[in-house]
């Protein structure tokens, strides 16, 4: 059926299978196929017409050559094979079907790409511009003409702009924004001033001109000596004029003061100062003056309610202050609140010694007697020490030095406010003999004279002793 088919197709190749099988032939033909070159491609597709030319259909549609194979025998390897040596042939039946050629909407829409091997002049309009790209262009595989565009000869003088030549013209002179023409033609700027300006100009032009022609008439009537009269008259007149500014503290007095105030000078002078005198008074006038600035009281207030001082912004919190204070007041119905009031100082129950308190405190604080008292927890034992170094501290207040609290243990010390025995002693650990602790005694009792501490007299101090919890030792 196969054979039957490529006869029908192509008598002369079916001619040429004779005396082979068709699996032998086309083995035969996979080995010698080899692949066209694109010069061959190139060559071959000017004979053709463009309907007709085979690179632009697919294989299916190729010609009637074209068919697929597959070797039963070997298995399932697929071999596709096109002549396109040989000219397309209507004749078969499969041409027959391609010969109606169908087009779609969108098969042109590449045509402005495609590279036409003629040489096409561009016209004037489609010369390009002599910019070069810096592009270069990538070798390919196929050395194809491509179209050279149209260089100018390197003597025509390229055009770098399409503005007129009036515009690339110099300007005759440099203009000046204000005196740069107007774009109305024939009217010249006319610059707005304000009307006062105006006016305030005449005005000084006026006067400088009666000046000059007042000057030329009392040179003209009273000569040179009557113009330096008229001179100094002018200056002690600017000279009062500056000391009555400074008087009020304007600021055209604060530019005149640098002249100095010469009739002033002269009136010191005039009432009797002496000249020295009345050069320091103006010096230290002009020194005032110079250091002068205005207080914030001596301003004049400003209308504007956001224009204050630090100073007049403190006064007025101050002043808020005090309102509300007074407002706080009213409202608590005259009492001062808690805050702004001082704790009074609490004050301790004074201690009421009982009889036999008394008594004991007697015989220390009265009669300097050694004294041994005891008794069971909570008997008031303490209380009644504290009461009596209170006491004793009171009746020996210029002598400081005669009353010692001493203790046995630092705990028993620290509840009567005194010291241990040993460290008021300064005997150490009190581990020596005797002699040598009351060397060591005598001793600190000279360093401590000596730093004007108070000296301890453990050594020779006497009665009364109070012999408790803790002692108290009283110098004779
Ligand atoms: N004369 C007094 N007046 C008021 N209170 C007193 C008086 N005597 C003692 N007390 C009170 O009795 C309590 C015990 O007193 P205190 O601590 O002096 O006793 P004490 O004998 O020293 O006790 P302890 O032997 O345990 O040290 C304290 O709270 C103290 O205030």
Redesign the pocket.
């Known amino acids: 059926m196969l054979a039957k088919a490529l006869q029908d197709h192509n008598p002369a190749m079916a001619g040429g299978l004779k005396g082979t099988t068709i699996q032998q032939h086309y083995k035969a033909s996979a080995n010698t196929l080899e692949p066209v070159p694109p010069t061959a491609l190139d060559t071959s597709l000017p004979s053709w017409p463009a309907s007709t030319n085979p690179l632009k259909r697919t294989a299916s549609q190729a010609n009637g050559k074209e068919s697929l194979f597959s070797s039963q025998e070997s298995g399932a390897k697929k071999k596709t094979m096109i002549d396109l040596t040989q000219p397309p042939s209507g004749a078969g039946r499969v041409g027959k079907l391609h010969d109606t050629v169908f087009f779609d909407e969108n098969d042109f829409d590449d045509d402005a790409d495609i590279d036409l091997d003629e040489d096409v002049l561009p016209t004037a309009e489609q010369q390009p511009l002599p910019i070069q790209s810096s592009r270069t262009p990538l070798p390919g595989p196929s050395q194809r003409k491509r179209v050279t565009p149209h260089k100018p000869a390197s003597s025509t003088p390229l055009p770098w702009s399409s503005s007129p030549l009036s515009h690339h013209q110099m300007p005759p002179f440099k203009v000046t924004a204000r005196e740069a023409p107007t774009t109305n033609a024939g009217n010249t700027s006319k610059r707005r001033t304000l009307p006062w300006v105006e006016e305030e100009k005449r005005k000084a032009a006026r006067a400088k001109e009666k000046v000059s022609e007042s000057v030329i008439e009392d040179f003209s009537t009273q000569g040179k000596e009557g113009m330096t009269k008229k001179v100094e008259r002018k200056r002690a007149q600017d000279a009062g004029d500056s000391c009555d500014d400074l008087a009020r503290g304007n600021q055209a007095g604060k530019r005149k003061r640098s002249r100095g105030c010469d009739h002033c000078h002269d009136a010191l002078i005039g009432q009797g100062v002496p000249d020295l005198v009345a050069d320091k008074i103006m010096e230290a006038k002009r020194r005032k003056s110079e250091d002068y600035t205005l207080l914030p009281k001596d301003k004049p207030n400003s209308p504007y309610p956001w224009n204050k001082t630090a100073i007049a912004v403190k006064e007025e919190q101050k002043k808020l202050r005090q309102g509300h204070r007074k407002l706080s007041k009213d409202v608590e119905g005259g009492e001062v609140t808690k805050s702004t009031t001082k704790k009074k100082k609490e004050t301790v129950a004074r ?4 009889e036999e ?1 008394k008594s004991v405190l007697n015989l220390v604080a009265d009669q300097k007697k050694s004294v041994f008292f005891t ?1 069971s ?7 009644l020490l504290r009461e009596t170094i209170k006491v004793l501290r009171d009746k020996y207040k210029r002598e400081p030095d005669r009353v010692a609290v001493t203790a046995s243990t630092g705990l028993a010390a620290c509840n009567v406010g005194g010291v241990t025995l040993h460290s008021y002693a300064g005997i150490g650990l009190g581990k020596e003999a005797v002699p040598e602790l009351v060397k060591k005694n005598q001793e600190e009792s000279k360093k401590q004279r000596i730093d004007g501490r108070a000296p301890k007299f453990w050594s020779s101090t006497r009665s009364p002793w109070l012999m408790g ?1 803790c002692s108290i030792s009283l110098k004779p």
């Open positions: 201690v009421f010694l009982s308190q008794g927890a909570g008997t008031g034992k303490s209380v919890t």
